[in-house]
C-alpha cells in the first residue's frame, strides 16, 4: 500500500502543465522605428546687454515678430559719441604733426624717433576712434535674425549691465525635431528620409525630413541622434514641446514575430520557453521593434519553434508542458 500511494504521487509530479502555445512562422514585417523626440526652435537665442549702460529707446514689443537687423533697444552712448569728436580734433592735429616731421625728415630736419613718436601718436588716436565707435555701434543692439520676440523685464531708462538679458529671439517658421534611434538601426537612417511627426500638442501628423545625422553611437544611451526638419509657417507647433517620431527604415521578407505575451523579461535579457518534445526550454532572445501585440524577434529563434504563451508564472526550465491550444498570429 505504501508503494502504491508513492507511486501516485509520483505521478502527480510529473503531470505536464496545461498551456497555450504559438508557433513562430517567418512573415514580411515593415521595421518602423518610433521615438519619442523635442521639437526645437530653428534659431532661437538670448539677446544680452554688449556694454553696460542707461536705456536710451525702446524699440520693441513683448511677442513682436521682427526682420533681421532690426533695432531693439538704443544704450545711452552719448558720452562715447562726444569722447569721439574730441579724439577726431586731436588726430586732425596729430596728422599735421606728422606730416610737418615727415617734411622734416627728408631734409634731415628732424630725428627718425620724433618722427616714429609722431606716427605712433597718429595710431594710437585712430585705436582709440576705433574703440569707440564699436562701443556705440554695440550700444544699437538688434536682431540676429528674423523671428519672434520674447518677454522683457527692463524700462526705459534703467541701467543694464553688461551680459544682462534684454529677451530671446526666437525663429519658429521651421522647425527642428530632435530624436534618436537604437544602434542596431545606425546604419539604416539615411539623409533626406521622410519621418512622421505626431506633436503631443496638437495630435496632428506631419511630415519631416532628415537633414542631420551624428556620425557617432551615443555612448550612454547606446543610441544615435538625429535632427529633421519640417515648415511651421503657422506656427502651430510649439518649441519645447515634445512629438511622437515614425518612420520605415526597413522591410523584412522573413520575419519573426511573436506574442508580447511569450517574453519574460530578466536583468539585462529577456526570455521565452520553448517547448521541445513536452518539455519547456529556457531561451534567451534579443527583441526590435514591436506592433501594437507582437514583439519582432531578431536572434535567438528559428521558423517552426513553438513557444509557450500562457502559465509562464509556473514553467521552469525542463518541467512537462502540454499544449492544448495553439494562437493564431493574427489574433494577436
Known amino acids: 500500500f505504501s508503494c502504491s500511494t508513492q507511486n501516485q504521487n509520483n505521478k502527480e509530479e510529473v503531470r505536464p502543465l496545461q498551456v497555450e502555445g504559438y508557433r513562430a512562422e517567418s512573415e ?15 534659431e532661437e537665442v538670448e539677446i544680452k546687454t554688449p556694454v553696460a549702460g542707461n536705456v536710451l529707446n525702446i524699440h520693441f514689443k513683448e511677442g513682436q515678430s521682427v526682420n533681421r537687423g532690426a533695432l531693439l533697444v538704443e544704450i545711452d552712448s552719448r558720452t562715447w559719441r562726444a569722447q569721439v569728436t574730441g579724439l577726431k580734433a586731436q588726430l586732425e592735429s596729430a596728422t599735421s604733426e606728422l606730416q610737418r616731421r615727415e617734411q622734416l625728415l627728408e631734409i634731415e630736419g628732424a630725428s627718425q624717433e620724433i618722427y616714429e613718436q609722431s606716427k605712433a601718436r597718429v595710431s594710437d588716436l585712430q585705436a582709440q576712434i576705433e574703440e569707440l565707435n564699436v562701443r556705440i555701434d554695440l550700444a544699437n543692439v538688434r536682431a540676429p535674425f ?39 538601426y545606425a546604419l539604416l537612417p539615411r539623409i533626406d528620409m521622410m519621418v512622421k511627426v505626431v506633436p503631443s500638442a496638437s495630435q496632428d501628423t506631419v511630415e519631416a525630413r532628415i537633414y542631420a545625422i551624428e556620425p557617432g553611437i551615443n555612448p550612454s544611451s547606446r543610441s544615435l541622434n538625429i535632427r529633421a526638419r519640417l515648415n511651421n509657417e503657422g ?7 515634445f512629438a511622437q517620431v515614425i518612420f520605415q527604415i526597413d522591410r523584412d521578407e522573413s520575419a519573426l514575430l511573436i506574442p508580447a505575451d511569450a517574453i519574460i523579461p530578466e536583468l539585462n535579457t529577456q526570455i521565452v520557453y520553448l517547448l521541445q518534445n513536452g518539455i519547456a526550454k529556457r531561451q534567451e532572445v534579443e527583441t526590435g521593434t514591436r506592433t501594437r501585440s507582437r514583439v519582432h524577434i531578431l536572434n535567438g529563434l528559428q521558423p517552426g519553434d513553438t513557444l509557450i504563451v500562457t502559465g509562464l508564472m509556473e514553467v521552469r526550465e525542463g518541467s512537462p508542458a502540454q499544449i492544448t491550444q495553439l494562437i493564431q498570429g493574427g489574433e494577436q
Not at 514580411?28 to 530653428?42: F, K, M, Q
Not at 506656427?235 to 514641446?241: A, M, N, R, S
Open 146 to 184: 528674423g523671428g519672434k520676440l520674447g518677454m522683457r523685464n527692463f524700462s526705459l531708462g534703467a541701467y543694464l549691465n553688461q551680459g544682462e538679458m534684454i529677451t530671446r529671439l526666437v525663429q519658429s517658421d521651421k522647425i527642428r525635431i530632435h530624436f534618436n534611434v537604437p544602434s542596431r
Open 28 to 42: 514580411p514585417y515593415a521595421v518602423t522605428i518610433r521615438s519619442t523626440g523635442e521639437l526645437l526652435a530653428w
Open 235 to 241: 506656427e502651430l507647433l510649439i518649441p519645447g514641446d
